[in-house]
């Protein structure tokens, strides 16, 4: 078993290499060349034979498509997301409304909580997983105590609980998937994003504290979502000019539901406050007509430069994660553009 630690656009991706190799989670789109050269380097030439999924979030399945396009690998995917799949519903499976690109592709089997698996010649456990995603599942080897955990725990956190930004219930449900990892004896936590750890323990009370945290005032997970979408978006194009960051914003629907829980204005006095990060302005350019990048304005109001308070609100929330994401040293600004960092 091999894991390859991809950083954050793309997750980790779990490579079994026995007699059957299969590999859980396949990356992000734009790094599917990267994720077959991995793949073919690791099995030497040998075909892949099976592909599962902890989730269809698209940093998890975008190579999916190029993995069955190379090998025509068995796919096993959740069973709740069969559906979505089959009649290739983006909407559903979120790629339209986090803004981002996912391959078609097919499956040929489920995965179910209660499920047993064979992988490497060790048998695996599926376990529901919700919180992060409704539909995320676990895979759990009790006879090595090896975990493989999507993006339910991290060894500093978790993903960001979706469903809390459309006003479904997300919260008590991470709540319950911790609360199982720690009934589990695993001794290594192989996550959807970042190192391999041993100390569950630690990253289970450092976990619970930051779901307390997020739980104590929902507008933390939306102002979260925000930065983690822009971050995202870095991530992809790694430079974005800063008048087209609040379009980018806009056309995205989940932060349109975030927005829901966001006091923009005390959002926008803590962006105003950090005027020059290294000399440079920190806010998109005044004025920038607020438009879908690739698309129709997101208003038909919103021609040359004339704004509105629709405009003036992603202007706002720019601003901020903009700021934000500098403070933390997650991107810096070169010229008129935002840049990855």
């Known amino acids: 078993m091999r894991m390859f630690e991809r950083g954050w656009l793309s997750s980790n991706n779990v490579l079994f290499t026995g007699e059957s190799p299969a590999l859980v989670d396949s990356g992000y789109v734009t790094h599917a060349p990267q994720t077959l050269a991995l793949v073919h380097h690791a099995l030497d030439g040998r075909p892949l034979a099976r592909l599962l999924n902890t989730h269809l979030h698209s940093d998890h399945c975008g190579g999916n498509a190029a993995l069955q396009a190379a090998y025509g690998c068995h796919t096993a995917i959740p069973a709740a997301e069969a559906g979505k799949v089959a009649a290739w519903d983006e909407d559903a499976l979120s790629y339209r409304a986090t803004g981002q690109q996912c391959a078609r592709f097919t499956f040929d089997a489920l995965l179910r909580p209660g499920q047993a698996l064979e992988l490497g010649d ?79 323990a630690g990253a289970l009370e450092r976990a619970y504290s930051r779901l307390d945290y997020l739980s104590a005032a929902p507008s933390r997970n939306a102002e979260n979502a925000v930065k983690v979408l822009v971050k995202f978006l870095l991530l992809e194009r790694q430079r974005v000019a800063l008048a087209d960051v609040p379009g980018l914003l806009a056309s995205i629907p989940v932060v349109n539901s975030a927005l829901r829980q966001i006091d923009i204005a005390a959002l926008a006095g803590e962006g105003a406050r950090v005027e020059r990060v290294d000399g440079e302005p920190v806010h998109p350019t005044a004025g920038a007509s607020t438009r879908r990048v690739g698309g129709p304005p997101a208003h038909a109001s919103n021609a040359g430069t004339h704004t509105t308070p629709h405009d003036a609100l992603y202007t706002k929330l720019a601003t901020w994660a903009i700021a934000s994401l500098i403070r933390a040293r997650a991107a810096r600004i070169d010229g008129a553009f935002l840049v990855d960092a």
């Open 122 to 200: 060790l048998s695996w456990q599926v376990l529901a997983a919700p919180g992060h995603d409704p539909h995320a599942l676990l895979l759990f080897c009790p006879g090595e105590g090896i975990l493989i955990a999507g993006d339910a725990l991290w060894e500093n956190g978790f993903g960001v609980i979706f469903p809390e930004l459309d006003g479904e219930s997300g919260f008590e449900e991470a709540r319950a998937t911790l609360d199982l990892i720690a009934t589990l004896d695993a001794r290594l936590v192989i996550p959807g994003h970042g190192r391999m750890f041993t100390d569950v």
